[in-house]
C-alpha cells in the first residue's frame, strides 16, 4: 500500500463500503497504522438499503466509543446506524486497533449495504520522517560549535540541539566536528575529556523525545543506533544503552522516569576503531509519554587526550527485527538541514543564528531593534520566532550585543537599558515582547538585545 505523504495537519479519508450485510461483522479501521496515522473521525456512515435498524459500535480495542476525538459519528438520515455506549475518545493511536461492529436483528435478515468513511490523520511533528531522533546529524548547532564545558549535574546539559551530555569529571568539554571516521554525516559531537589519566569519568549523551513524536512507537519494536569514533578512549569501549518514558506526557521533572529498557551493553569499539552501534527492543505500550534514550560510553575519559565522536544517529520502529544487539540496522535517516533547524527550534530559538553561541557582548548581526519613540518611557520589541514552539518557552535569556550584561544597548546614544521580559504578560509560543524600564538618551535612538527562548524537555 502507498501512502502519500501529508503536510502537518493535512488529513487523509478512504471510503469503505460493506456489500450485503446479513448478520453481525466487525470491520477493523486501522489501516493506516503502520505509517503512523491516527484516526480522528469516523464520517458518513450510512445504510443504503433500507430495512430493519442496524446498530453499529465502535471500538478501541474491546472498548466501546461513542466518537473519536470528541466528535461523534456524523450519519445522515434516521435509520442510519448510531455508535452504542462508552465515551468519546481522543485519538486512536497506532499500534490500537479501530473497528467497527455492524449487527442486523434476527427479526429482520434482510441485507443491508454499509459505507462510511475513515479520516486519519499524522500528529508527528515529524510527518513523513523515520528517525526519531531530533539532530541526529550534528548539524544544527544554536548554542555554539566550540569547546564548551559539559554539565557534571545530572541529567547534564545542552549541547548541539537536542543532544544532553553529562559527564562525571569537570573539564569535559564537547564540540562539534567535521566528519571523522567515515561517517555518512559531514558532522559529528566530539567529547574530550578531563582529568590527569588516573581515576575515572563516565559521559553519557541522552536525547528526550518528545510524545507526540514517540507515540507511533507505542508496542513497536524499536531500534537505535549510532556511528562511534574511539578515537582517543586508549582501549576497547562497549557502549551501554538505557531507555526511559517520562511519568506523564512530557513530564521530565516532576516525577523519576521510568525504566522500560534496563542498561544493557551495546557492541565493543575498539581503540582507534569507528563503527555502528545499534541495539533492538519492544516498547512495553508508554511511549506516548515521551521516551528517553541514554548511550554511556564509560570512564575511561580521564584526560584530555581522550576522545571520541558521535553522529548518524536513527531511532524508528523495525518490525521484523529480533530483540538486543542489532548488526543489521537500517540506513540512519538525515534530514534536509532546513526541516532540521525548524524542527530544533521548536525547542529552542535564538536571534544569534546557527553554529553561534549566545553571549554578551558579541556584537549586532541578528539582535533585536528597537527605535526609540519617547525619552519618557521604555522601548520594545516584539520577537517573533523562527518557528512554532513545542511549548511557551520556560526560560527567556537576553544579552547586550555591546557590553557584558544582560540588557538593551542603545548605540545611538550608548547606554544600557534595564530589561523587562514579556511586560505585557503575552508571551506565547510563537512569538515574545522584550522591553525596557529605564529610557533612551533620544527620541530616534536605535536600541538592540539577543535574546534565547528555551522550550527544552
Not at 445522515?76 to 467497527?100: I, M
Not at 537500517?330 to 538541514?337: C, M, Q
Not at 545611538?412 to 534595564?418: E, G, I, Q, S, V
Request: charged share 10%; glycine share 10%; hydrophobic share 35%.
Amino acid at each position: 500500500m502507498t501512502t502519500p505523504l501529508l503536510l502537518p495537519g493535512q488529513l487523509i479519508s478512504k471510503q469503505f463500503f460493506v456489500p450485503n450485510l446479513t448478520g453481525g461483522l466487525s470491520y477493523p479501521l486501522d489501516t493506516y497504522a503502520a505509517f503512523g496515522y491516527t484516526v480522528v473521525a469516523v464520517n458518513g456512515l450510512k445504510v443504503t438499503n433500507t430495512g430493519a435498524s442496524v446498530n453499529a459500535t465502535f471500538k478501541i480495542g474491546s472498548t466501546a466509543i461513542s466518537g473519536l476525538n470528541g466528535i461523534a459519528v456524523n450519519t445522515t438520515s434516521s435509520n442510519n446506524p448510531v455508535p452504542t455506549g462508552g465515551s468519546p475518545a481522543n485519538v486512536v493511536a497506532p499500534g490500537n486497533t479501530l473497528s467497527v461492529v455492524f449487527d442486523t436483528p434476527s427479526s429482520s435478515p434482510s441485507p443491508q449495504n454499509i459505507q462510511f468513511t475513515l479520516v486519519a490523520a499524522r500528529v508527528d511533528p515529524l510527518d513523513g520522517f523515520l528517525n526519531k531522533f531530533r539532530n541526529p546529524s550534528m548539524n544544527i548547532a544554536q548554542r555554539g560549535t566550540g569547546a564548551s564545558q559539559v554539565s557534571t549535574s545530572t541529567p547534564g546539559g545542552y549541547t548541539l540541539d537536542g543532544w544532553i551530555v553529562l559527564a562525571g569529571t569537570s573539564g569535559t568539554t564537547w564540540s562539534q566536528a567535521g566528519a571523522t571516521g567515515n561517517p555518512i554525516s559531514s558532522n559529528c559531537l566530539q567529547i574530550t575529556g578531563a582529568g590527569t589519566g588516573s581515576g575515572s569519568n563516565d559521559v553519557s549523551i541522552r536525547q528526550r523525545i518528545e510524545g507526540s513524536t514517540a507515540a507511533p512507537l507505542a508496542n513497536q519494536t524499536i531500534t537505535v543506533q549510532l556511528f562511534f569514533w574511539n578515537a582517543g578512549g586508549g582501549t576497547s569501549v562497549t557502549p551501554t544503552i538505557t531507555v526511559n518514558h517520562a511519568y506523564s506526557v512530557d513530564n521530565w521533572t516532576s516525577h523519576a522516569a521510568v525504566n522500560d529498557q534496563p542498561t544493557t551493553s551495546m557492541q565493543p569499539i575498539g581503540s582507534a576503531t569507528s563503527g555502528i552501534i545499534a541495539y533492538t527492543w519492544n516498547d512495553p505500550g508508554s511511549a506516548a509519554n515521551g521516551l528517553e534514550i541514554i548511550i554511556d560510553f564509560g570512564s575511561v575519559w580521564n584526560s584530555t587526550s581522550k576522545y571520541f565522536y558521535v553522529t548518524d544517529f536513527d531511532m524508528r520502529a523495525t518490525p521484523g527485527l529480533t530483540a538486543g544487539v542489532c548488526y543489521n540496522p537500517p540506513i540512519p535517516e538525515a534530514r534536509p538541514d532546513a526541516v532540521e533547524l525548524a524542527y530544533c527550534q521548536r525547542y529552542f530559538n535564538s536571534t544569534f543564528g546557527n553554529g553561534i553561541a549566545p553571549a554578551q557582548n558579541a556584537g549586532l548581526a541578528g539582535a533585536l531593534l528597537a527605535q526609540a519613540c519617547s525619552t519618557s518611557a521604555g522601548v520594545c520589541a516584539q520577537w517573533n520566532y523562527p518557528a512554532q514552539m513545542r511549548a511557551i518557552p520556560t526560560t527567556i535569556t537576553t544579552y547586550n550585543p555591546s557590553n557584558t550584561n544582560a540588557y538593551w544597548r542603545d548605540v545611538t546614544n550608548p547606554a544600557d537599558l534595564t530589561v523587562t521580559v514579556d511586560p505585557s504578560t503575552s508571551k506565547g509560543m510563537a512569538n515574545l515582547v522584550i522591553g525596557s524600564s529605564t529610557y533612551a538618551g533620544a527620541v530616534g535612538d536605535l536600541c538592540y538585545i539577543h535574546a534565547t527562548a528555551s522550550a527544552e524537555l
